[in-house]
């Protein structure tokens, strides 16, 4: 069986997503496990309905929720494509939230999700590369859609 670590935030719940887990199903029986790091808000677009908009929360707190929000989202979307699926929310840093994970998870892929070029601040940062440089294993970069207007 194959196993798949899919690593974002903000662009967890994108086609783009979507389409790397139904491509990764196609090839037989396949496990995914999804790790959303708690990215500090001051560094995301958050929209009306997020649980990050609950003032009593501290900022740390609701980065947590709107990461927990986002995968569990995830978790019921992922499920209906006929996949096993689990997953957590990570530490603020991509890397060590990968590196984390894979502690009790052992993936074949990793299959880390941006923003689009521009405004994807973990693209700036070679989130990818470092991922791949401090897992040793093989790293899928997915850029969410840019936003049409």
């Known amino acids: ?17 979507e389409q790397a887990i139904r491509e990764r199903a196609e090839g037989g029986e396949c496990e995914f496990y999804v790790v959303v790091p708690a990215t500090p808000l001051r560094e ?16 740390p707190e609701r980065s947590f929720a709107l990461a927990q929000q986002r995968l569990d989202d995830a978790l019921a979307r992922i499920g209906t494509l006929g996949v096993t699926v689990g997953g957590e929310v990570g530490e603020v840093d ?3 939230a990968a590196r984390s994970a894979l502690s009790r998870f052992s993936a074949d892929e990793i299959v880390v999700s941006t923003l689009p070029s521009g405004l994807s601040r973990w693209l700036r940062a070679d989130a990818p590369s470092r991922i791949a440089r401090a897992t040793g294993l093989p790293v899928t970069h997915v850029a969410a859609e840019p936003a049409r207007h």
């Not at 069986?1 to 997503?17: D, E, H, P, Y």
């Open 1 to 17: 069986m194959r196993r798949f670590l899919i690593v974002a935030n903000q662009s967890l719940n994108t086609q783009r997503v």
């Open 44 to 59: 995301q677009v958050v929209g009306p309905g997020d649980r990050a908009a609950d003032l009593s929360l501290t900022l």
């Open 94 to 96: 991509v890397v060590d």
